[in-house]
């Protein structure tokens, strides 16, 4: 048994510990072999030699998030200790753009990261995840960032409405009043990352459109970044001929979340179909996010992952 004393002089404790402990309670929880004992400005370490030295690695890398950036969630514990400290931590990259009155468009997470470098190795990526990890805000902060950059000359958002039966009759209004409900996480989106009379001028322009699935056939999708959100809800016919689209210097975002399909029983999610497909061709590459990365309410994270089990 051995024993190791970490100073924590000039460290913010409630920052590092949190209010009643609440963070250091969940240290101790991924490492239930050591005995961790806070006293005043020193943390007690009791436990195997191999075990001590692993923790003071990771908990160095509480330390380093904290002198970086001020602050240290719950979320970037897990993160910190359950991957590489390399990958995790925030650098200036992490700024995708720089949204509506100066707010930073930033990639949070471990797996938002991965998003942002395999959009710029290949041209078509599949997003595949639960509620609120940030796969839809991501994908658009990443086409508005090509489009101010002039990588492209516009930006499609599209999704199934499949709520609506893709033909939208029954609601009242004209055809943008009825796809509005649908569509409105894009605009939510958006609008975080563009002041508003520029995107109402993207829009009346047609360099941002945003249109359900079934507007897409018959199009070639050309110098354009392209997301099709809540692809789960794509029939495969759908989803051949969204693919299909792409035209040269086109980037292409798929997301969708597995566990929320709105189709028939019978019928097939064109984003599994095609996952099974496209899994071993080159240019294609594939991030699956998890309760790790939901960035909601805490709350959140503790329902997927009580539905997963």
């Given amino acids: 048994m051995s024993e190791k004393i970490i100073d924590l002089e000039n460290i913010d404790l409630v920052l590092l510990f949190g209010a009643n402990n609440r963070k250091?309670?969940?240290?101790?929880?991924?490492?239930?072999?050591?005995?961790?004992?806070?006293?005043?400005?020193?943390?007690?370490?009791?436990?195997?030699?191999?075990?001590?030295?692993?923790?003071?690695?990771?908990?160095?890398?509480?330390?380093?998030h904290i002198n970086q950036y001020n602050r240290l969630t719950i979320s970037q514990i897990e993160r910190l200790i359950l991957?590489?400290?390399?990958?995790?931590?925030?650098?200036?990259?992490?700024?995708?753009?720089?949204?509506?009155?100066?707010?930073?468009i930033k990639a949070r997470t471990a797996n938002q990261r991965k998003m942002v470098t395999e959009i710029l190795?290949?041209?078509?990526?599949?997003?595949?995840?639960?509620?609120?990890?940030?796969?839809?805000?991501?994908?658009?902060?990443?086409?508005?960032?090509?489009?101010?950059?002039?990588?492209?000359?516009?930006?499609?958002?599209?999704?199934p409405a499949v709520e609506a039966g893709e033909n939208l009759g029954f609601l009242p209004g004209d055809l943008k009043e009825k796809l509005d409900p649908y569509m409105q996480p894009l605009y939510d989106a958006?609008?975080?990352?563009?002041?508003?009379?520029k995107l109402k001028d993207y829009l009346e322009g047609g360099i941002i459109q945003i249109a359900p699935l079934a507007f897409m056939r018959g199009r070639t999708l050309d110098k354009a970044f392209v997301i099709l959100?809540?692809?789960?809800?794509?029939?495969e016919s759908q989803m051949r001929m969204f693919l299909t689209r792409m035209g040269k210097s086109g980037k292409f975002i798929i997301t969708g979340d597995e566990t929320q399909i709105d189709l028939p029983k019978k019928q097939n999610s064109g984003l599994i179909e095609s996952i099974k497909k496209l899994k071993d061709i080159d240019g294609i590459s594939f991030v699956f996010l998890d309760e790790k990365d939901v960035i909601r309410h805490k709350l959140v994270k503790k329902i997927i992952k009580a539905y997963k089990d």
Avoid: C, W
């Fill in 83 to 104: 991957e590489d400290e390399a990958k995790v931590l925030e650098t200036k990259e992490d700024v995708i753009l720089h949204g509506s009155d100066g707010k930073l």
């Fill in 229 to 235: 959100d809540e692809a789960q809800n794509s029939t």
């Fill in 121 to 159: 190795k290949n041209d078509m990526m599949f997003v595949v995840g639960p509620a609120g990890t940030g796969k839809t805000y991501t994908a658009v902060a990443l086409a508005v960032k090509s489009l101010k950059s002039k990588q492209v000359k516009r930006i499609i958002l599209t999704r």
């Fill in 24 to 64: 250091l309670y969940k240290i101790k929880e991924f490492f239930p072999d050591l005995r961790l004992v806070a006293r005043g400005n020193t943390l007690k370490v009791i436990g195997n030699k191999t075990h001590i030295l692993f923790f003071e690695k990771k908990f160095q890398s509480f330390l380093d």
């Fill in 190 to 197: 958006l609008m975080d990352m563009l002041p508003s009379e």
